[in-house]
């Protein structure tokens, strides 16, 4: 079964640091973009960084010069790192992949499950 399994998060002071690591499994044989979306409570899901098939990233304004993406195209990996975290970085952190092209030949859009990040002293 093709999925994303996302690694990291946790409870982390203001100010600290965090990253988040999203694998995939089953056989992928191409994947379009890769990233890292996130929903704190009460608010909608925004997207925090993508990189493109292309190589070119993505990051959100509000994480802009704090945050880092990297993506692994051959092992089909994402990281994300976040640095001075701010209690506002709490949510709900979701990798995604889209254009994921299957050995069935299936065109997918995933979602992993989420990981909690609480920033909080």
């Known amino acids: 079964q093709v999925q994303l399994v996302e690694s990291g998060g946790g409870l982390v002071q203001p100010g600290g640091s965090l990253e988040l690591s999203c694998a995939t499994s089953?056989?992928?044989?191409?994947?379009?973009?890769m990233g890292w979306y996130r929903q704190a409570p009460g608010k909608q899901r925004e997207m925090v960084a993508v990189a493109m098939s292309s190589g070119s990233t993505k990051i959100a304004g509000s994480v802009k010069g704090r945050a880092t993406i990297n993506r692994d195209y051959s092992q089909k990996t994402v990281t994300l790192q976040i640095n001075n975290l701010d209690p506002e970085d709490t949510a709900v952190y979701y990798c995604h992949a889209d254009r994921v092209i299957t050995l069935a030949d299936q065109d997918l859009t995933l979602w992993g499950q989420g990981t909690l990040v609480t920033v909080s002293s």
């Open positions: 089953g056989t992928i044989f191409s994947i379009g973009s």
